[in-house]
C-alpha cells in the first residue's frame, strides 16, 4: 500500500506548479501525458459515495479506466483506502467497452471466469451502477526516483443518470496535484511538499464531480 496527498489549486494559478523549485530540481517523466478516461460506479444510494463523506477509515471506489481514445483494454478497478494508504486491484479487459450498465454485475461473465473470480470476490454482491465519467489531461513527474506525482489538468464531469437525458458535460475550475509514495520515503515527500507552498488537502474528483452536478454536498 501506499501514501496518497492531494493538492487542488485553481487552473488559474497553473504556473505556481510549473514555478517549484525543488520540484524542479530531481525531476524525471517517466511517462508522456495522456487523457485519463472514468466511469466510477456506485449504488443506487451512492453508499461508496456516503462511505468517502463520512470519513470511513475503510472504503473502496469502483470504476472503469482507458487512456485516449482507445477504450479497447481498458481497466476494471477498485480503489481501496485504509486510513492514510491506499491501493488498487487491477483486472484488464480483453474487450472493447460497452454495454457500461453490467461492467460490475455479477452477472458479467468476463468476471465470472475463474481466472477473474478475484476481482469478483471484492465487489460483495453490491449492485452497482455507472453514476459519474471523469475526463481529464494527467501529467506524470518522478522525485528522485522515489516520489510519483502527477498533475491533472482540464477536469470534467458527466453525470450518468438514466433521469438525466441531457448528458451536460461540467467542466472543474480546479486542477490537483497527486502526490504518491511508499510510507519508507514520507519524510522525502514530507521535505519536498513543505518546500512548495501548497497546501494539501481532502480532495475527491467522484465526489466533487457529484457536487458539481448536484447530487452530493462536498466542498
Known sequence: MRNEIKIPINKNFDLYFYNWKDFKHKITRPFNDRTINTIYYDTDNYIT??????????????????????????????????????????????????????????????????????????????????????????????YDNKIRITYDQNINYTLLSKFDLNKKKVNDFMNVIEIKFDPNNADLASSLIKDSKFMPKRFSKYLRGLHLSGVANYI
Open 49 to 142: 459515495a456516503q462511505d468517502n463523506l463520512a470519513g470511513i477509515s475503510k472504503r473502496s471506489k469502483y470504476r472503469v479506466r482507458w487512456y485516449n481514445n482507445k477504450n479497447k483494454n481498458f481497466n476494471y478497478e477498485i480503489k481501496i483506502k485504509k486510513n492514510n494508504l491506499g491501493e488498487k486491484i487491477f483486472l484488464k479487459s480483453s474487450e472493447t467497452l460497452n454495454n457500461i450498465d453490467q461492467l460490475f454485475s455479477h452477472k458479467n461473465k468476463y468476471l465470472k471466469k475463474e481466472e477473474n473470480k478475484f476481482f469478483l470476490n471484492h465487489i460483495n454482491f453490491l449492485e452497482l451502477k455507472p453514476k459519474l465519467k471523469i475526463i481529464y489531461l494527467r501529467s506524470y513527474f518522478l
